[in-house]
């Protein structure tokens, strides 16, 4: 079982930056990969960036790609989420989760933690 616990999120005005983390518990191994996903109201959840945990090897979302990065501490078992430049339409529910994997993708991930709200203001 794998447990995460999200952190960091907030309120920012355009153009603003945060950094999102997620500290993961339980049976991690390198052959994991974890993920950070968004649901906006009223839209579907959508997978923004993630990394495999062994390689380290990230994955972005077209809409996030040169303004958001995914890292980890390996010692701590967290993983971040840093994200600049963001924009109103950034503004959702963040969540961290994990999933068994081979190489990075961003589907069908299946522990999840409670989520982090991030409001971004124009």
């Known amino acids: 079982q794998v447990q995460l616990v999200e952190s960091g999120g907030g309120s920012v005005q355009a153009g603003g930056s945060l950094r999102l983390s997620c500290a993961a518990s339980?049976?991690?191994?390198?052959?994991?990969?974890l993920g950070w996903f968004r649901q906006a109201p009223g839209k579907e959840r959508e997978g923004v960036a993630g990394?495999?945990?062994?390689?380290?090897?990230?994955i972005y979302a077209d809409s996030v790609k040169g303004r958001f990065t995914i890292s980890q501490d390996r010692a701590k078992n967290t993983v971040y989420l840093q994200m600049n430049s963001l924009k109103p339409e950034d503004t959702a529910m963040y969540y961290c989760?994990?999933?068994?994997?081979?190489?990075?993708?961003?589907?069908?991930?299946?522990?999840w933690g409670q989520g982090t709200q991030v409001t971004v203001s124009s």
């Open positions: 989760a994990a999933r068994r994997c081979s190489w990075v993708v961003l589907a069908k991930y299946n522990y």
């Open positions: 339980g049976y991690i191994v390198s052959n994991n990969c």
């Open positions: 990394i495999h945990v062994s390689s380290g090897t990230p």
